[in-house]
């Protein structure tokens, strides 16, 4: 990395450890009760930063990073180039214990087990998650087994796909640095399925496996001592999010999975819904307008959708 990069990506950090009194995957928890964690950021793009690089470097993704700077060039940003860091999360419907996967968000939640001093904490890393043909499977799951140096061996249903490509399968891989496993290995109850690292980083962030959760290597060497066996793990389907930072409500959107069946309409009667159910709990009065940007654009960031809004 060049000291111009360098110095690019250290103000960005800045800018969101400001805001964030944490590590930017380590954020608290709020206290009330609201569901938003996290800080919006930016930094500035270096001549030969991509956005894959940018992503990376602030522990994103690769459709994350994409759907927050739709008019950036994703190859050739340009050096300047001011670029949104969507560091801020609606937490998924779902309980806050263990793993949490929401796949249209291609995002893992850790949620540790509080300890006897500090804050509450949710941990947060970009995913890789099952192409629309080898879909990650949803439902509750648990640990079974931790790996580390795992090695592969090819499962029969890709030597197949290989045969019928007309491609040489592939074979046994031991562990290494070319292993697709990479060095950790978390095992699902669902035989065949596995959380861990990769040979390549670049995926993450995408539809690119054979529906195992495939994680930047150096996210999974940090996550890996913390997952014990027997670990809760709760893959959801959730395109839309709603939830309170204290007084607002906010809403976050993500492009629906290619295989659910859901027009522009459908994903705004889901919306709709979410929103009538916060409604019923806390009445708020709702930017309408608002409201139906986000679930036109899909940019995946959180979006205040009722007035209060928070500077």
């Avoid at 459709?63 to 008019?71: F, Q, V």
């Avoid at 999974?220 to 997952?227: D, H, N, S, V």
Wanted: glycine share 8%; proline share 11%.
């Amino acid at each position: 990395m060049t000291a111009q990069r360098a110095l690019r990506h250290a103000i960005g950090w800045l800018f969101v450890l400001a805001l964030a009194p944490l590590h930017a995957d380590h954020l608290v928890l709020p206290g009330d009760g609201s569901d938003v964690v996290g800080w919006e950021g930016e930094t500035l793009a270096a001549e030969e930063d991509t956005l894959a690089d940018i992503a990376r470097t602030f522990k994103l993704g690769h459709t994350e990073i994409r759907l927050a700077n739709p008019e950036v060039d994703f190859w050739l940003p340009g050096a300047g180039t001011r670029v949104v860091l969507p560091t801020r999360f609606i937490l998924p419907r779902a309980e806050r214990r263990g793993i949490v996967l929401n796949v249209p968000e291609m995002r893992l939640y850790y949620f540790p087990a509080p300890g006897r001093e500090g804050d509450p904490v949710v941990v947060t890393y970009p995913v890789s998650i099952g192409r629309m043909d080898w879909t990650t499977p949803l439902g509750r799951h648990r640990i079974t087994e931790k790996v580390r140096d795992p090695s592969w061996t090819p499962p029969a249903s890709i030597v197949e796909e290989a045969r019928a490509a007309g491609e040489p399968p592939p074979q046994f891989m031991p562990p290494g640095p070319d292993n697709p496993l990479g060095q950790f290995a978390l095992r699902l109850d669902s035989p065949s399925y596995l959380i861990h690292g990769t040979d390549r980083p670049y995926g993450i962030g995408m539809r690119v496996t054979h529906g195992c959760i495939r994680m930047y290597p150096e996210d999974i060497e940090q996550l890996f001592p913390k997952i014990a066996v027997g670990t809760p793990v709760h893959i959801v389907n959730q395109p839309v999010k709603v939830g309170w930072l204290r007084d607002t409500l906010f809403m976050e959107v993500h492009p629906p999975l290619e295989e659910d069946p859901m027009t522009e309409d459908d994903l705004r009667a889901m919306a709709l819904a979410l929103v009538e159910e916060a409604d019923r709990a806390r009445p708020v009065a709702l930017l309408g307008r608002d409201l139906l940007r986000v679930v036109r654009e899909k940019r995946g960031i959180p979006v205040a959708i009722s007035r209060g809004v928070e500077k």
